[in-house]
């Protein structure tokens, strides 16, 4: 089989399937997961250039279900080189409007999915992958400026950096690095809303070339982080965000 072996989470839609693709593109094979989009994964699927892509289903906040999809993929690529944790949530819940009860909820369900769901992957990827494996995680700026309005996204990307940081330590013995993306607005599907109107010009504006990222500029950072040559990147968080926040 050619190519390396490469399973993106969340790759039906936005970042991820950029990844998907850019993956693809220089070879690679990929197991594009979803977890509620079977239509999406198998369109992006036969889109992708080359051959030997499959589709594969799980919420990985289950810890059943991320293991039974990380088993199906390495017996379908025939191991994992590369893994990209990307599959994310965000929740609107600031602290002063919403009930306990809510407050309760989305704590859960955002730490679940942005910060256990990656270590339930992760654990089992590793397992599929020999030296030269490279781990890489897609956090947030949220993890240092602060999420006013989505502390439970911001806490869990956190989480996620400092779980990048010691993974990569604990697994370099093995010849596996392990990095982190931690971009600012992307356009997709997740922040449709913050982008619209008033709000959307003053985030537009936070960047002098006066714009949000693509999803291709993040996918090509993730490219460079799971290359061969990115051994030395391990344990770095790469903040990508077009020059945003630099000015005093
Ligand atoms: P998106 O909503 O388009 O994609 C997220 C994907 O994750 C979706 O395909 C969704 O189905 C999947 N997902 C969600 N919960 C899941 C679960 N329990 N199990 C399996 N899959 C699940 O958003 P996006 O902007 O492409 O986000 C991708 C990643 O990038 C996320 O981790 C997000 O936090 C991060 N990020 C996004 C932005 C941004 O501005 N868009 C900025 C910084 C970081």
Same mark, same amino acid.
């Given at each position: 089989? +050619? =190519? &390396? *072996?490469?399973l993106v989470t969340g790759a039906s839609r936005g970042i991820g399937r950029a990844i998907a693709l850019a993956f693809a593109a220089q070879g690679d094979r990929v197991a594009v997961h979803h977890r509620n989009s079977p239509d999406l994964a198998e369109q992006l699927r036969a889109e992708l250039p080359g051959d030997g892509h499959v589709v594969v289903r799980a919420d990985v906040a289950d810890p059943a279900e991320a293991r039974r999809m990380v088993e199906e993929v %390495?017996?379908?690529?025939d191991g994992v080189d590369v893994l990209v944790n990307n599959a994310g949530i965000f929740a609107h819940h600031p602290i002063t409007e919403v009930t306990y009860e809510e407050w309760q909820a989305v704590w859960r369900e955002t730490l679940d999915v942005n910060l256990i769901g990656p270590a339930n992957v992760t $654990?089992? %990827?590793? &397992?599929?992958m020999g030296r030269g494996g490279r781990i890489v995680n897609v956090s947030s700026r949220g993890a240092f400026r602060g999420e006013p309005d989505s502390p439970a996204y911001g806490a869990g990307k956190a989480g996620m950096n400092a779980m990048g940081q010691s993974l990569a330590i @604990? #697994?370099? /013995?093995? =010849?596996i690095a392990v990095a982190t993306v931690a971009p600012g607005f992307v356009e997709t599907d997740m922040v449709t809303e913050h #982008?619209? =109107?008033? &709000? =959307?010009d003053a985030i537009r504006t936070q960047s002098p070339f006066g714009r949000v990222a693509r999803p291709e500029e993040i *996918?090509? @950072?993730v #490219?460079? #982080?799971? +290359? /061969? @040559?990115?051994? $030395?990147? +391990?344990?770095t968080i790469v903040d990508l965000n077009g020059a945003s926040y630099l000015r005093s």
């Open positions: 089989m +050619s =190519g &390396r *072996a490469v %390495a017996a379908a690529l $654990w089992n %990827a590793v &397992r599929h @604990a #697994l370099a /013995p093995l =010849g #982008l619209k =109107g008033e &709000r =959307g *996918a090509a @950072a #490219l460079y #982080l799971a +290359s /061969p @040559a990115a051994e $030395w990147a +391990s344990g």
